[in-house]
């Protein structure tokens, strides 16, 4: 299988900022633990507000993809739509594990 393509913040050649997008990039994987953990749960209401948290922090690192993938995550959540939120937590997982600092 090919190596995905990386993910960089709109931000990578701020050096100011350089040290808050590798805290970031560090703490996704749990992030992502989190949101697999939840999806597994169907806690719907938890696995939203994960959603909006990543939604708000892909907007602040310059990730705004991120955001949008969780945006959707996160209104699909409200529904209780369950087939869009597997495919949204799919789609957001895959792509999160593709950022890179």
Do not use: Y
């Amino acid at each position: 299988m090919p190596q995905a393509t990386p993910v960089f913040s709109e931000f990578q050649d701020d050096e100011d900022f350089r040290e808050l997008l590798e805290e970031f990039a560090v703490a996704i994987p749990d992030r992502l633990q989190t949101v697999e953990t939840l999806l597994a749960a169907a806690d719907w209401k938890e696995l939203s507000r994960m959603a909006h948290q990543l939604k708000g922090a892909g907007g602040g690192f310059g990730f705004p993809e991120l955001s949008e993938k969780a945006r959707s995550l996160e209104e699909a959540c409200n529904e209780a739509a369950i087939e869009r939120i597997v495919t949204d937590a799919a789609e957001l997982i895959a792509f999160a594990r593709r950022i890179r600092v």
